[in-house]
């Protein structure tokens, strides 16, 4: 096509392309154009057809792979960057699609720098853009706002004023319109999003309605079936309008078999006391029968009497093991004998200790009178066991001690053998716990820890020290009687 001089804009074969890869896209193939004067130019076309190309060609932004481009006669498709960048300060106005203004300035300013940078007058500029503004219906308080304090169609409207700042001949708008529709695109996201949520939360509301009434009812319905199947009868039912009767008469049936269930326990544990209170009574006397034989068949002259005393050696032993394994297994699962304390006269405990001590260890002591609290029967199972104890593990001699101390009668039995080592007093008071030297000799690692079991009954304690080799000690603390 031959070129009109009187054409403000023309090509001449006008090409385009860009490489993807190693095939080149064409975008624009041999276009001419011809825009004159007062020319309302429209370029339309789909999205990716090369549109906002053309116009960045057309306005000197960027280059041509092919043909020429005319700004009137002059061809300035050959211009340097120096020379492309004044040609748009003269001729030139661009609405971009994407707006582009800095953000760190007003919107006065984005207009301001552009008429600046073209060296026009500031006085000048600034007239022209409250001008522009005006036109554009951007009210004067919008002017010294930043652009992320305004919507999309201010910013394009921004845009143009900037565009027309300059009085430029041409005037290129790449969708100009497009930033418009943002509020209205906005406004129907938000309506939309708006609906949604009311769907959404009428859903919601329904599920929790169901949940709440029907299925969540149900399921702890269920949880509770299968507990009380178990045998767990302590959780209570939630007798809620859910399942009304039902609930009741279930939490009905459910207390009737936990009452039942603790009375058959209590009758369980009360003959469970009886048989290892019992069997701790018989235990003591029986082993201390055992000692007296055993003593007498080593010091009678007589062969019959002494095959008399090992006859009733081994069956106290026989009758020793079977209540010490009676008593051993209701211990274990009762956990406790019943102590019963009371005001006792302080020669009663002084008595206990005189009764076990059948062998005649014990030096001569004095217990200093008073009342303290003490079951008298379970202390003298406490003495039976400390003093037979110092029989099996020591052989000597012992000494009884007593004071007064914070408001208790304290007793010391002492006897002179190996002792334990230090790391093992701690233990001596803990079911079955027997220390090395121990291991030679018979026992069951029961007798320490029955006695502080009974004294702590008692309100007292119990504590044992020892120094290896030297002596052994067990201290006994008993409350005084107010």
Known sequence: MERNTNAVISTNKLCKSYMNGEVPQHV??????????????????????????????LSGMDSASMGEVYFKDTNFSKYSERQLAQFRKKNCGFVFQQVCLIGSMSLMDNVLVSGLLANRNKKQVVEKGRKLFAEVGLAEKEWGKYPSQISGGQMGRAGIVRALINN????????????????????????????????????????????????????RMNDLAGQIARGNLDIPVDCSASFGAFSESFDIMREELLYAR?????????????????????????????????????????????????????????????????????????????????????????????????????????????????????????????ISNSYKYADTQIEVCSWFEDECLCISIKDFGKGVKKDEEIFLTQKYFRGQNAKEKEGSGMGMYIAEYLVKGMGGWLLCRSEENAWFEVRIWLALAS
Request: negative net charge; charged residues 30%; proline residues 3%.
């Open 168 to 219: 430029p001949e041409v005037v290129f708008a790449d969708e100009p319109i497009n930033n418009g529709e943002d509020d209205l695109k906005r406004k129907v996201g938000v309506w939309a999003l708006a609906f949604l949520a009311i769907f959404l939360l009428k859903d919601i509301l329904a599920v929790f309605y169901l949940w709440k009434h029907i299925f969540d009812p149900v399921k």
């Open 28 to 57: 624009i193939k041999n276009m001419d154009i011809q825009i004159f004067y007062k020319d309302f130019t429209v370029f339309m076309g789909p999205s990716g057809s090369g549109k906002s190309t053309l116009l960045h060609i």
């Open 262 to 386: 603790k009375g058959e326990q209590e009758a369980d544990k009360r003959r469970r006391e009886v048989i290892a209170s019992i069997s701790h009574d018989i235990k003591n006397p029986v082993a201390s029968i055992q000692a007296i034989a055993e003593y007498q068949s080593l010091t009678t002259g007589s062969d019959e009497l002494r095959r008399e005393f090992e006859t009733i050696t081994q069956k106290t032993n026989q009758i020793n093991g079977m209540i010490h394994n009676l008593h051993t297994s209701m211990l274990d699962e009762l956990e406790r004998l019943e102590v019963r304390p009371k005001e006792l006269g302080s020669s009663a405990i002084g008595e206990a200790l005189r009764q076990a001590d059948f062998r005649k260890r014990i030096k001569d002591f004095e217990i200093p009178e008073c009342l303290v609290m003490a079951d008298q029967v379970r202390f003298m199972q406490v003495a039976d066991n400390i």
